[in-house]
């Protein structure tokens, strides 16, 4: 989210906080036991207020966004406008949920036991990204491939037991919150991502006054694929929200 965040700058203060388990900028000590959804959100809401930092424009991608929205779906108060990329609200069924919790924490087992290289062979080869590298240029396609190779593997495999899609409580119902304390929601997906088009739309029927951008020649990191375009949707969203109150 590096460069995007880079392309907006000029348009807002951004802050990139790395969540619980990856990256380097900590938004709270380093978590000793896998970290739930919950407990993420309330570490986040902290960080904002040691920063004195009021409604702010919140935006994520994949799990970030799905903290982003659990945010704002517990305290829509904190949040100015939310912007998701390649998100969803979680999974509906607990049947569903306990099939991906009992894949993520087989995956967690192979992580720690195989090491970062073959997660990496292993995520990059799942239909999701089959085609994920639609217009990702050689330089940022190198960039993210040594920050992905500098992640902890028993830190990535805590953040699947404790914030993966089966842990996550689900937002349905929670979605109508967005409507009656109202926080403009832009849905971004990639054209070529079926399955995330399918769920924006989803959440764009719970949400009606969302709005939701697809973008061209992009897959499921449509932010690599075509940055132009993501912050092209992004600042023109920003426009017709105005500043935090």
């Not at 700058?9 to 919950?38: E, F, K, N, Q, W």
């Not at 945010?71 to 569903?96: D, F, M, N, Y």
């Not at 119902?173 to 991502?193: A, Q």
Request: glycine share 6%; with cysteine.
């Amino acid at each position: 989210m590096a460069s995007l965040g880079s392309a907006l700058s000029a348009a807002r203060t951004i802050l990139l906080p790395d969540l619980p388990h990856h990256g380097r900028t900590r938004i709270g000590p380093v978590p000793t036991a896998p970290m739930s959804m919950a407990e993420t959100v309330d570490l986040l809401t902290a960080w904002l207020d040691d920063r004195d930092i009021a409604p702010c424009h919140l935006l994520g991608y994949s799990m970030g966004a799905r903290t982003a929205l659990s945010l704002a779906t517990a305290k829509p108060s904190r949040v100015r406008s939310l912007v998701l990329i390649s998100g969803t609200p979680g999974l509906g069924e607990e049947s569903e949920r306990a099939a991906r919790r009992a894949a993520d924490d087989d995956l967690a087992d192979r992580i720690v036991a195989n090491g970062i290289e073959w997660f990496l062979e292993f995520w990059n080869a799942l239909p999701l990204f089959g085609n994920m590298a639609l217009g990702i240029d050689t330089e940022t396609a190198e960039l993210l491939r040594r920050e992905l190779r500098s992640a902890d593997p028993a830190e990535l495999a805590k953040s699947l037991r404790g914030m993966g899609t089966g842990q996550m409580p689900p937002l349905h119902r929670s979605l109508s919150v967005l409507t009656e304390h109202p926080v403009p929601l832009l849905l971004i997906v990639g054209d070529h991502d079926h399955k995330y088009r399918r769920l924006a739309a989803a959440i764009n029927e719970m949400v009606p006054d969302a709005t939701t951008v697809v973008i061209k020649d992009a897959a499921h990191r449509p932010h690599l694929d075509n940055p132009v375009a993501v912050s092209e949707a992004i600042l023109s969203f920003w426009s017709g929200v105005g500043e935090p109150r």
